[in-house]
């Protein structure tokens, strides 16, 4: 069984892009972060993402990193384990942010500096889209309103820019998405399958 993990964050939106993603029902909270410890599933994908056609995953869904020192230390040994034994890896970031430095420290720290880059299928989510600026999604087409699509190519070369330098990450890995309207899942899905197919 394929394995996936995903990272990013606190309040980046990670639980939430793994209950659509597999049809799961774990606690989100927009204010305290609810995932205190790696919580793992095993399943398909939801079936409106054709899972009952696709192999099932074992998924990681992991706390968010940035938190205070003390509790980084108590996690750091099972986010290295996992970090370093999955096939896949999402890293996950909000679209509608540019504080990306605890992501950055993070990877570092999982990375030792660079020296130990995971030889997973590396994948980079700019999560909840449809908040990106000036927030006039296009409700009756469930797409970026025109305004959003100007800024999105943006926020993938911003996010590439920033990320490309501590994982190797390739611009068509970079997957702007958004669980609430179940926009961009597919492309996340079949991103995710790419290298086993």
Not at 79 to 85: I, N
Request: proline fraction near 6%; include cysteine; charged fraction near 25%.
């Amino acid at each position: 069984m394929r394995t996936l993990a995903v990272f990013g964050q606190a309040g980046s939106g990670k639980t939430s892009l793994c209950n659509t993603l597999f049809g799961l029902d774990w606690k989100t909270d927009a204010a305290i972060d609810c995932t205190k410890d790696i919580c793992p599933h095993e399943g398909n994908f939801d079936s409106f993402l054709n899972g009952d056609r696709l192999p099932k995953w074992k998924l990681h869904d992991t706390p968010g990193v940035g938190a205070s020192e003390d509790i980084q230390q108590e996690r750091l040994q099972k986010l290295l384990d996992t970090f370093h034994q999955v096939d896949v890896i999402i890293w996950v970031i909000q679209a509608d942010t540019r504080a990306l430095r605890a992501d950055q420290e993070a990877i570092l720290e999982l990375t030792s500096n660079g020296q130990k880059i995971p030889e997973s299928h590396l994948i980079l989510v700019i999560n909840q889209i449809d908040r990106v600026h000036p927030e006039n999604w296009d409700e009756i087409n469930n797409l970026p309103s025109r305004e959003q699509q100007e800024i999105i190519p943006e926020k993938i070369s911003l996010a590439h820019k920033r990320f490309s330098p501590y994982l190797p990450i390739s611009r068509e890995h970079i997957i702007p998405c958004s669980p609430v309207k179940r926009y961009g899942l597919e492309q996340l899905v079949h991103t995710i399958h790419r290298p086993f197919v």
